[in-house]
């Protein structure tokens, strides 16, 4: 009896190879991504350098997302609103876009490098000071409300209106409530989108 010999390895078509590479590169930036926000943001928790519950800073930023910088050791988060997470994707036309990357890199052009000044009278529950930052006369916390990189959290409801009646940022695409979006990833469940 003749028996046809069973080939150890079947072929796979090129183009799904080049699928798979790039849905495990974009997991893995995502991961990465989200990975340096939880170092952040625990180191903010934990921090050798606790800041006094209100106080002024001025100077160079680093910019961590689209709502939290640090000037030296001093982490702040701007005060009354909420942008999307580092790792947070929204959908403009049913295709995936990266609004918690657009959202840091919009509020790392306002800077534009110059020197900022932080006010802030209270304490989140992480350490970080809840601060008013400005660069020259603009208000960073307003300005991102107002472009629609980020929603009013407790302040600037105006300015969100102002972008929702105008269709900006985050107002012109479908997106999760950032809130929801942390809520979600830490295992509570599904909270909803905002349609457009």
Not at 137 to 150: F, K, N, Q
Request: glycine share 10%; charged share 30%.
């Amino acid at each position: 009896m003749r028996t046809t010999p069973i080939p150890r390895f079947s072929p796979v078509p090129k183009r799904r190879i080049g699928y798979v590479l790039g849905f495990a590169a974009a997991i893995g930036a995502a991961s990465l991504a989200d990975r340096a926000w939880h170092d952040w943001t625990k180191a903010a928790w934990r921090s050798d350098h606790p800041i006094e519950a209100h106080g002024e800073r001025r100077g160079r930023v680093h910019v961590a997302d689209g709502d939290s910088v640090a000037i030296g050791e001093t982490r702040l988060r701007l005060v009354g609103i909420d942008a999307p997470e580092l790792a947070q994707t929204c959908l403009v036309d049913d295709r995936p876009f990266a609004c918690g990357e657009a959202a840091k890199a919009r509020l790392v052009a306002l800077i534009d490098g110059r020197p900022v000044a932080c006010s802030w009278s209270r304490l989140d529950k992480y350490g970080r000071g809840l601060a008013t930052c400005r660069v020259g006369a603009v208000d960073l916390g307003a300005t991102m409300v107002r472009e629609g990189w980020a929603v009013a959290y407790g302040g600037h409801e105006a300015e969100e209106a102002e972008a929702r009646r105008n269709r900006r940022g985050l107002w012109a695409m479908r997106f999760e409530w950032p809130e929801d979006f942390r809520r979600q990833s830490r295992g509570h469940g599904f909270i909803g989108v905002e349609e457009r």
